[in-house]
């Protein structure tokens, strides 16, 4: 009688404790996954970056997506640069219905009006989003952050530095890598971060280009491409070199004797944008799409394998990402719109001062 | 000594010209030739990231390059697009070269500036102008504005190369087929064309190394799902510095030298200018 009571007690009492360990997990399915619309096949052009950034979109976006939604999405890879020169060009019969970019090309295109805004009736993970990756308007959205980081050859350097102004030591004469202004996405948020930490701001730039100036002899060579840069500082021939945190990440994954620098102050960080272009033809498909990589499951998944910090706020990241990426609530981002405005006179002042 | 023996070598001041000549080759062939070693070398270094010199040996990463279905999958497609592109272009750069070689007329004049345009225009402007122009319709497939991109970027060397070729030719031997009652077309397919088959063998070569390491132009209008090896690679590296494409890389330089090597076989490479 008493087993029988026991046991009755027990069952009882673990499925209680089934229920209550199940709930977080279902409540985050039930979140993260939204109701899968069936499109019957619709299909629509969307682009990807390349490389283990594209492979993981495609496992973790791409693929998903069409499985959920019955629906065929032709990938087209494309870089910031190619996805900002095609939707310009192709503004009056768009080839791209959904596009990932960099902010600072999502800058230009929305300036342009070549976004359709988004809603949050449409997609409503928008409001899962943290602050600073929404836009007045909701023209894009950002769906992921980088950040610079200062990274070190561990063979060349064996006190690393602990601030930004550890650059102008004059130990480190002709080894440094600095983002070049007009090459890198880095470049213009270098720039102005050292404006910001040597009394200036983006609208008052002097100080940034008196840093820069000042960091001239302690500068190897203005880094333009990532090849060039991961070559450099993994051969040794640079010591330090300023570079964005996933790429840096991933060299350091692939066994470089290179480490990251951890700076006490906070650095800037920049995002790439998921927009719609103005004038598709799928726009139900591609609000869902957008939805879509903007849910917390998805970010997590896909995000933990590029190794940068999602922008939705459940959004969970793997152990093995955490510590290369920075937190963005409370960072500091760049605003692009304005950089666009000044960056003609910037490049132009970068060529005869700095690179001369 | 007698004067007989001392002649029989030519003494080192004399030499020392063409000394000197041979090892300034020498360093500019090493010059030009270093940077494609390097990455070659490097291609067999057991180590992910790209370092040279290499630590060691191993066929890993040609092994992953096989495994691979999307480098596979570009390699293919590049390989199908450099074919119908060198069969079109050499196919109308020969008609063109033979048509209008000799003529004189006007017309003849802005044939030749036109077919040698492609070369003038720089990639990238090309690249968006097809872009501008083909997104205005759906009418023609991406496919064939690829394909077309690629005839036009080749054409120019196929012209180029055929028009010398005829040139070295000598002009009355297809006169005097013509004089012994063969038309034109007769004596330009049984006489001409024989005469000129090591340029055109020299031109297919040129036309399709150059549609297979296309990638400015490619960039803007290649096809969704389908990217040509060249254009993987150059996304693949903006994320991935790794000794993977190295091997990509040296798989690419094989394939040209092998091109280069069977064009040699059939035609003098001095034919190509």
Same mark, same amino acid.
């Given at each position: !009688?008493?087993?029988?009571?026991?046991?009755?007690?027990?069952?009882?009492?673990?499925? %209680?404790?089934?229920?209550?360990?199940?709930?977080?997990?279902?409540?985050?399915?039930?979140?993260?996954?939204?109701?899968?619309?069936? *499109?019957?096949?619709?299909? !629509?052009?969307?682009?990807?970056?390349?490389?283990?950034?594209?492979?993981?979109?495609?496992?973790?976006?791409?693929?998903? *997506?069409? @499985?959920?939604?019955?629906?065929?999405?032709?990938?087209?890879?494309?870089? &910031? %640069?190619?996805?900002?020169? @095609?939707?310009?060009?192709?503004?009056?019969?768009?080839?791209?219905?959904?596009?990932?970019?960099?902010?600072?090309?999502?800058?230009?295109?929305?300036?342009?009006?070549?976004?359709?805004?988004?809603?949050?009736?449409?997609?409503?993970?928008?409001?899962?989003?943290?602050?600073?990756?929404?836009?007045? %308007?909701?023209?894009?959205?950002?769906?992921?952050?980088?950040?610079?980081?200062?990274?070190?050859?561990?063979?060349?350097?064996? &006190?690393?530095?602990?601030?930004?102004?550890?650059?102008?030591?004059?130990?480190?004469?002709?080894?440094?890598?600095?983002?070049?202004?007009?090459?890198?996405?880095?470049?213009?948020?270098?720039?102005?971060?050292?404006? !910001?930490?040597? %009394?200036?701001?983006?609208?008052?730039?002097?100080?940034?280009?008196?840093?820069?100036?000042?960091?001239?002899?302690?500068?190897?060579?203005?880094?333009?491409? !990532?090849?060039? *840069?991961?070559?450099?500082?993994?051969?040794?021939?640079?010591?330090?070199?300023?570079?964005?945190? #996933?790429?840096?990440?991933?060299?350091?994954?692939?066994?470089?004797?290179?480490?990251?620098?951890?700076?006490?102050?906070?650095?800037?960080?920049?995002?790439?944008?998921?927009?719609?272009?103005?004038?598709?033809?799928?726009?139900?498909?591609?609000?869902?799409?957008?939805?879509?990589?903007?849910?917390?499951?998805?970010?997590?998944?896909?995000?933990?394998?590029?190794?940068?910090?999602? &922008?939705?706020?459940?959004?969970?990241?793997? #152990?093995?990402?955490?510590?290369?990426?920075?937190?963005?609530?409370?960072?500091?981002?760049?605003?692009?719109?304005?950089?666009?405005?000044?960056?003609?006179?910037?490049?132009?002042?970068?060529?005869?001062?700095?690179?001369? | 000594?007698?004067?007989?023996?001392?002649?029989?070598?030519?003494?080192?001041?004399?030499?020392?010209?063409?000394?000197?000549?041979?090892?300034?080759?020498?360093?500019?062939?090493?010059?030009?030739?270093?940077?494609?070693?390097?990455?070659?070398?490097?291609?067999?270094?057991?180590? =992910?990231?790209?370092?040279?010199?290499?630590?060691?040996?191993?066929?890993?990463?040609?092994?992953?390059?096989?495994?691979?279905?999307?480098?596979?999958?570009?390699?293919?497609?590049?390989?199908?697009?450099?074919?119908?592109?060198?069969?079109?272009?050499?196919?109308?750069?020969?008609?063109?070269?033979?048509?209008?070689?000799?003529?004189?007329?006007?017309?003849?004049?802005?044939?030749?500036?036109?077919?040698?345009?492609?070369?003038?225009?720089?990639?990238?402007?090309?690249?968006?102008?097809?872009?501008?122009?083909?997104? =205005?319709?759906?009418?023609?497939?991406?496919?064939?504005?690829?394909?077309?991109?690629?005839?036009?970027?080749?054409?120019?060397?196929?012209?180029?190369?055929?028009?010398?070729?005829?040139?070295?030719?000598?002009?009355?031997?297809?006169?005097?087929?013509?004089?012994?009652?063969?038309?034109?077309?007769?004596?330009?397919?049984?006489?001409?064309?024989?005469?000129?088959?090591?340029?055109?063998?020299?031109?297919?070569?040129?036309?399709?190394?150059?549609?297979?390491?296309?990638?400015?132009?490619?960039?803007?209008?290649?096809?969704?799902?389908?990217?040509?090896?060249?254009?993987?690679?150059?996304?693949?590296? =903006?994320?991935?510095?790794? +000794?993977?494409?190295?091997?990509?890389? +040296?798989?690419?330089?094989?394939?040209?030298?092998?091109?280069?090597?069977?064009?040699?076989?059939?035609?003098?490479?001095?034919?190509?200018?």
């Amino acid at each position: !009688m008493r087993n029988a009571d026991m046991r009755c007690g027990r069952r009882r009492l673990l499925a %209680g404790a089934a229920a209550a360990l199940a709930a977080p997990a279902i409540l985050r399915a039930a979140r993260a996954q939204p109701a899968a619309i069936d *499109f019957q096949g619709e299909r !629509m052009v969307v682009n990807a970056f390349g490389g283990s950034f594209g492979a993981a979109w495609k496992q973790y976006v791409i693929e998903p *997506f069409q @499985k959920q939604f019955n629906a065929q999405l032709a990938v087209v890879d494309a870089i &910031t %640069g190619e996805v900002t020169a @095609k939707v310009l060009a192709s503004r009056n019969n768009p080839q791209l219905d959904v596009v990932i970019l960099g902010d600072s090309g999502a800058a230009v295109l929305a300036q342009q009006g070549l976004f359709e805004p988004l809603t949050e009736a449409a997609v409503p993970n928008l409001r899962e989003l943290i602050d600073i990756a929404r836009l007045p %308007g909701d023209v894009y959205a950002e769906f992921l952050f980088a950040s610079e980081v200062l990274v070190y050859n561990k063979n060349q350097v064996s &006190t690393p530095p602990t601030s930004w102004n550890d650059l102008f030591d004059p130990k480190y004469k002709q080894h440094i890598l600095i983002p070049d202004l007009g090459n890198s996405v880095s470049g213009p948020v270098f720039l102005v971060h050292q404006a !910001m930490l040597n %009394g200036g701001s983006l609208t008052n730039i002097d100080p940034g280009f008196e840093a820069l100036t000042r960091l001239k002899p302690n500068t190897i060579t203005y880094w333009t491409s !990532m090849q060039q *840069f991961a070559n450099m500082l993994s051969s040794g021939d640079a010591w330090l070199g300023i570079w964005s945190s #996933d790429r840096a990440a991933s060299l350091i994954q692939s066994g470089a004797p290179v480490a990251l620098a951890h700076l006490k102050d906070k650095p800037m960080l920049f995002g790439n944008a998921i927009g719609t272009v103005k004038g598709t033809k799928h726009l139900k498909l591609a609000q869902a799409y957008t939805n879509f990589v903007l849910s917390a499951e998805v970010q997590g998944n896909v995000l933990s394998a590029a190794i940068l910090a999602p &922008t939705n706020k459940n959004a969970v990241l793997s #152990d093995a990402a955490k510590p290369f990426v920075v937190d963005p609530r409370g960072a500091q981002v760049i605003d692009w719109a304005a950089v666009a405005k000044d960056m003609p006179s910037w490049l132009d002042r970068w060529n005869r001062t700095i690179t001369q | 000594m007698d004067n007989l023996t001392r002649r029989a070598r030519t003494p080192l001041r004399r030499r020392l010209p063409g000394m000197a000549l041979w090892a300034g080759n020498a360093c500019i062939s090493l010059f030009l030739v270093a940077p494609i070693l390097i990455v070659m070398l490097s291609s067999f270094n057991p180590k =992910q990231y790209f370092a040279f010199p290499p630590t060691g040996f191993t066929l890993r990463w040609y092994a992953e390059l096989a495994a691979n279905a999307e480098i596979v999958a570009a390699f293919a497609f590049s390989l199908k697009l450099a074919i119908l592109a060198t069969a079109a272009s050499t196919l109308f750069g020969t008609a063109m070269a033979v048509a209008v070689h000799r003529a004189r007329s006007l017309a003849a004049g802005a044939v030749r500036g036109a077919v040698l345009a492609p070369l003038v225009v720089p990639g990238v402007v090309l690249g968006i102008a097809l872009l501008l122009y083909f997104s =205005q319709t759906d009418a023609i497939g991406p496919f064939a504005v690829l394909l077309g991109a690629h005839v036009c970027l080749t054409l120019p060397f196929v012209f180029r190369i055929v028009t010398a070729g005829i040139e070295s030719t000598d002009r009355s031997i297809e006169e005097s087929a013509m004089s012994l009652g063969a038309s034109r077309a007769v004596a330009v397919l049984t006489v001409t064309l024989p005469l000129i088959k090591g340029s055109i063998f020299a031109a297919a070569t040129f036309a399709f190394l150059t549609s297979f390491d296309e990638v400015v132009v490619t960039l803007f209008i290649a096809p969704p799902d389908t990217p040509t090896l060249p254009v993987y690679i150059f996304h693949y590296i =903006q994320y991935n510095s790794d +000794t993977l494409v190295a091997a990509a890389a +040296t798989a690419m330089v094989l394939i040209g030298s092998v091109a280069a090597w069977l064009c040699s076989r059939k035609a003098s490479l001095g034919r190509l200018y």
